[in-house]
Nanobody
Framework: QVQLVESGGGLVQVGGSLRLSCTASTGTLSSSAAGWFRQAPGKEREFVSTISQSGGSTDYADSVKGRFTISRDNAKNTVYLQMNSLRPWDTAVYYC??????????????????WGQGTQVTVSS
């Protein structure tokens, strides 16, 4: 069983930056592909970014490409999401997820086995 914990969310002004972290409080994250998803109020959860187990392959939603960067430090059992040039529509709860027994990432929520509880990101104008 893997328990994922996100941190780093908060309130930021338009154009600001935040770095989200996802770590495994139990189990391991370093041997799995991982992804970030988000859910805005009144909307369905959507794909943000994904990274392979090695970190050598990444993918982004068009809405965040060029502004967000996903990375990982397997020695620290942690996946990051650096978010720059934040906009009001980036406001959402951000969730980390991991894929058991898969090295490649995925855009699809049902490809993931474990999910964190989420961290709130609010971008104020």
């Amino acid at each position: 069983q893997v328990q994922l914990v996100e941190s780093g969310g908060g309130l930021v002004q338009v154009g600001g930056s935040l770095r989200l972290s996802c770590t495994a409080s139990t189990g391991t994250l370093s041997s799995s592909a991982a992804g970030w998803f988000r859910q805005a109020p009144g909307k369905e959860r959507e794909f943000v970014s994904t990274i392979s187990q090695s970190g050598g392959s990444t993918d982004y939603a068009d809405s965040v490409k060029g502004r967000f960067t996903i990375s990982r430090d397997n020695a620290k059992n942690t996946v990051y999401l650096q978010m720059n040039s934040l906009r009001p529509w980036d406001t959402a709860v951000y969730y980390c997820a991991s894929r058991l027994q898969y090295f490649s990432g995925s855009r699809y929520q049902n490809a993931y086995d474990y999910w964190g509880q989420g961290t709130q990101v609010t971008v104020s104008s």
